[in-house]
C-alpha cells in the first residue's frame, strides 16, 4: 500500500436536505474540486445522510473517514464545511484534529 501524503479522503454529512442547499452531491464536487487544486487524489469518500453533526448519534461514515486519517491511509481529510464534521464545535474537532496529528 502507498503512503497516504498524496491522497485525501471525502466526509459528507447530510442531516435534512432543504432544497439542495447543502446536498450531498453539491458537496462531493466541491471537495473534489479542492482535493484537484492542491495535487491531492481522492481515495475514499464517506457519506452520512439523514445524521445529525450535534446529536450522540451513531455515524459511521465519520468513523470511517476518522479511522483512514489515524491509520495512516489518507493524510488529508477534506469536508465541504467544517459544521459537516460536526456541530459540536471545539470541543469534538480540537481533539480530533490533535489525534490526527499523530497519526503516522
Not at 464536487?29 to 446529536?55: F, I, M, N, P, T
Request: charged fraction near 30%; include cysteine.
Amino acid at each position: 500500500m502507498q503512503h497516504g501524503d498524496s491522497y485525501a479522503g471525502l466526509y459528507l454529512r447530510l442531516s435534512l436536505d432543504r432544497e439542495g442547499k447543502t446536498a450531498i452531491q453539491r458537496q462531493e464536487v466541491d471537495c473534489r474540486d479542492w482535493a484537484a487544486r492542491h495535487g491531492l487524489a481522492v481515495r475514499e469518500v464517506h457519506v452520512d445522510r439523514g445524521r445529525s453533526g450535534y446529536k450522540d448519534v451513531a455515524r459511521s461514515g465519520f468513523d470511517a473517514a476518522t479511522n483512514a486519517v489515524t491509520s495512516g491511509l489518507v493524510r488529508t481529510l477534506i469536508v465541504w464545511k467544517l459544521d459537516r464534521l460536526s456541530r459540536k464545535g471545539t470541543a469534538e474537532v480540537g481533539p480530533l484534529l490533535d489525534q490526527f496529528d499523530r497519526a503516522p
